[in-house]
């Protein structure tokens, strides 16, 4: 148990703790430091996926073409 972040983040849980011990071992993970840990990983693979679709998105713009309407009043 060396991270302080994940040590830090499980005494702030308080009413909480009793929760999340459940989630961890509905998961099948051993102990609320893998939880946690678990937890935390999988935020920043999120964050580093979006931040790479947002510079995919500004570098390759996508053309929206106008809608025709079929009928000429519109």
């Known amino acids: 148990m060396n991270n302080t972040q994940i040590l830090e983040i499980i005494e702030n849980l308080k009413g909480r703790r009793a929760y999340e011990e459940k989630r961890a071992s509905k998961l099948g993970l051993s102990s ?14 999120f964050e580093e996926s979006k931040n790479i679709q947002n510079k995919i998105e500004k570098d390759n713009p ?13």
């Open 32 to 45: 609320l430091y893998a939880y946690i840990e678990d937890k935390i990983l999988k935020k920043k693979a």
């Open 62 to 74: 996508v053309k929206v073409k106008e809608k025709k309407s079929s009928c000429s009043c519109c």
